[in-house]
């Protein structure tokens, strides 16, 4: 069956220092990964997927397909880096997402 | 980007009563539109899955007679819940995939319901 794992429910770094929120996924096909955030107050929005291969806001994710992961990194966090993040794994060309159960990243000054 | 619009944000109601969320895309046409569910500090749900025209499929465990979805037109979807009950409070949301561009959901701003 398909599923996404975040292992951690709570990740919280300092200012400055190195950010990784792991995600798997559990699919036997050709997954499509994403990354989405919720700010404080906000409505989830896209953060960024793995086909365009691009960073946003600093954050980089690399699909390994050996690993079946899909964690998310950036080199420096920043206070307002400070958001609910949610890994999804799209699958049947994306006429499913289902979401990991969510890392809630908390920078500290 | 696109915008979903979500109502009502909160609703209050009696066990037994019927509730109706009413999910638009406001600038785009929405050719798939997805329904969570979000329990307290937990992940969201994936419920149901409605395309404009026809039947919305139901993730297993979800009952359709229970919740009912109709998509139909490409910016309106609708989630009722029939006579609801306590265990049925919760945070619905839905989201939309605008044409064929796979994957980017574009978020409601959710629904709360109270169940009494």
């Known amino acids: 069956a398909q599923r996404v794992t975040q292992p951690e429910k709570l990740l919280s770094v300092f200012k400055g220092a190195p950010v990784e929120l792991k995600c798997n996924y559990s699919y036997s096909g050709s997954p499509e990964l994403f990354w989405y955030v919720q700010y404080s107050r906000q409505r989830l929005q896209l953060l960024l997927r793995h086909i365009s291969r691009e960073s946003i806001k600093g954050f980089t994710a690399d699909l390994n397909k050996g690993e079946t992961s899909f964690h998310l990194k950036k080199p420096f966090a920043q206070e307002e880096d400070s958001a609910m993040y949610y890994c999804?794994?799209?699958?049947?060309?994306?006429?499913?997402?289902?979401f990991g159960s969510g890392t809630r990243l908390s920078i500290r000054p | 980007g696109a915008v979903v619009s979500q109502h009502p944000s909160w609703v209050i109601c009696k066990s037994g009563t019927s509730v109706k969320i009413e999910c638009r895309s406001l600038?785009?046409?929405?050719?798939?539109m997805f329904w969570y569910r979000q329990f307290p500090k937990q992940s969201l749900m994936l419920m149901a899955t409605s395309n404009e025209g026809s039947k919305a499929t139901y993730e297993q465990g979800v009952e359709k007679d229970k919740f009912l979805i109709n998509h139909a037109s490409l910016t309106l979807s609708t989630l009722t819940v029939t006579s609801a009950h306590p265990e049925d409070s919760s945070f619905y949301i839905c989201?939309?995939?605008?044409?064929?561009?796979?994957?980017?959901?574009?978020f409601g701003e959710g629904s709360r319901l109270t169940v009494l």
């Open positions: 999804a794994l799209g699958y049947s060309s994306a006429s499913k997402i289902i």
């Open positions: 600038d785009f046409q929405a050719t798939t």
């Open positions: 989201s939309g995939i605008r044409g064929l561009e796979a994957g980017e959901l574009f």
